[in-house]
């Protein structure tokens, strides 16, 4: 079945960078658009990055928009996402996600990690 | 950018009632590419509803979807005590952008 397992997450300085991995398992990870999403804590989620199956295409949210950078490894079964930049207010768990069958530019997102927690704090 | 408000912010219910759960947007939402999730505290979100009215593989048909255009209703027919979480919808026309979500909790 559909597995996604985030890692990478951890406490670090405002202004400072983290790598975030998701490992996918149980399907062809090269045929689908991934996704990345958070929820800071006590709120709502937010839609950050998403990447399509070959690299060709991504698309990001305003609030990272040249800060973060989403890529992924095919050979690995692995999605990433690369935060600089960071910022108090991007304290959040993260989420890697995988839509349904047929979806449209990998939304919605019928498969999710379990999250990893990143914590912006000095 | 659409923009989506969920109503009422919390909608406290009990078991065996019906929840009427409204998503409106700022704009049509076009091919109705508008979800509801299901979060509960501590779990990834559960993809309930997409397409505004496709169930998601393994969901009890007491959850339906419906609507078009710019407004948009998660029912719930029968309250089960597991249903009660916070409800998000999310359109994915562009940006991809959730509602603040609805709270369903017991009354």
């Known amino acids: 079945q559909v597995q996604l397992m985030e890692s990478g997450g951890g406490l670090v300085k405002p202004g400072g960078s983290l790598r975030l991995s998701c490992a996918a398992s149980g399907f062809t990870f090269s045929d689908h658009y991934m996704t990345w999403v958070r929820q800071a804590p006590g709120k709502g989620l937010e839609w950050l990055s998403y990447i399509s199956g070959g690299s060709t295409y991504t698309n990001y949210a305003d609030s990272v928009k040249g800060r973060f950078t989403i890529s992924r490894d095919n050979a690995k079964n692995s999605l990433y996402l690369e935060m600089n930049s960071l910022r108090a207010e991007d304290t959040a768990v993260y989420y890697c996600a995988r839509a349904v069958d047929g979806g449209r530019y990998g939304a919605p997102y019928a498969y999710w990690g379990q999250g990893t927690l990143v914590t912006v704090s000095s | ?107």
Do not use: H, M
């Not at chain 2, 076009?30 to 990834?44: H, I």
């Not at chain 2, 255009?69 to 994915?92: H, K, N, S």
């Open chain 2, 1 to 107: 950018e659409i923009v989506l408000t969920q109503s009422p912010g919390t909608l406290s219910l009990s078991p065996g009632e019906r929840a009427t759960l409204s998503c409106r947007a700022s704009q049509s939402v076009s091919s109705n590419y508008l979800a509801w999730y299901q979060q509960k505290p501590g779990q990834a979100p559960r993809l309930l509803i997409y397409a505004a009215s496709t169930r998601a593989t393994g969901i009890p048909d007491r959850f339906s979807g419906s609507g078009s255009g710019t407004d948009f209703t998660l029912t719930i027919t029968r309250l089960e005590p597991e249903d009660f979480a916070v409800f998000y919808c999310q359109q994915y026309v562009t940006s991809f952008a959730f509602g603040p979500g609805t709270k369903v909790e017991i009354k």
